[in-house]
């Protein structure tokens, strides 16, 4: 079993739908939690940064722990064309510092205009 | 304000030769991080650097990479020899605080665009 599973996708969407995108996890150790977003060709960009258990909002994104579950979700509302692309979960330890620091494979997202 | 650098963008070598990737980090950001993506694995930390010292670098595979930060500016990554296994894309981040510092770090970690490499 891999440390933390994400369904690659690709997962398409017309414009303007509520994306959910979710990963699990079975380290029950990890404390932080991030959710990243890569174009083609580019770097990840770091959405979301949560740490332990809880919702957190920004803007059109809504990043959710559920710990008991090892369970973690991101959604995002209003979906653009734009938000077309690879979706990274990762997550880590404070007490392993980067020893422990995991991605998971990504979710390829397509929003259809 | 300029992102985060890597040169190469791709580079090309056969096994056993020495390649040297370079990453230039956001000015001011203390804090730089090499990771790697290998063909159809996940992206995997390398190491850690703070201003010039290695902070952590457990990720590193074995003692064919080299990284170096002199000076606390850009870095370098040697891989001396090249082996097949090698092969996928680098990336460079930066941020200002330590990524995973503590609770109440909302400091962002800023990527390159990755140097794909391929050792054939």
């Known amino acids: 079993q891999k440390e933390v599973e994400q369904d690659p996708g690709p997962l398409s969407v017309p414009e303007g739908a509520i994306v959910s995108l979710n990963c699990t996890y079975s380290n029950s150790a990890f404390q932080y939690f991030m959710w990243y977003r890569q174009y083609s060709r580019k770097g990840p960009e770091l959405l979301m940064y949560t740490y332990s258990s809880g919702n957190k909002e920004d803007g059109r994104f809504t990043a959710q722990v559920d710990k008991s579950s090892k369970y973690i979700s991101l959604f995002i509302r209003d979906s653009q064309p734009s938000d077309s692309a690879t979706y990274l979960c990762?997550?880590?330890?404070?007490?392993?510092?980067?020893?422990?620091?995991?991605f998971g494979p990504g979710t390829r997202l397509s929003v259809l205009p | 304000e300029a992102g985060v650098t890597q040169f190469p963008s791709h580079s090309v070598i056969e096994k056993g030769q020495t390649v040297t990737l370079r990453c230039d980090p956001i000015s001011g950001h203390d804090n730089l991080y090499w990771y790697r993506r290998v063909m159809g694995k996940e992206i995997k930390f390398l190491l850690h650097?703070?201003?010039?010292?290695?902070?952590?670098e457990s990720g590193m595979p074995n003692n064919r990479f080299l990284a170096e930060r002199t000076g606390g500016t850009y870095s370098t990554l040697k891989v001396q020899p090249a082996e097949l296994e090698d092969s996928g894309v680098y990336f460079c981040?930066?941020?200002?605080?330590?990524?995973?510092?503590?609770?109440?770090?909302?400091?962002?970690?800023?990527f390159g665009p990755g140097t794909r490499l391929t050792v054939l």
């Open positions: 990762a997550m880590g330890s404070l007490q392993w510092g980067f020893q422990n620091f995991v």
């Open positions: 650097f703070v201003k010039e010292s290695k902070q952590d």
């Open positions: 981040a930066s941020s200002r605080a330590a990524l995973l510092a503590g609770a109440a770090s909302t400091d962002t970690q800023y």
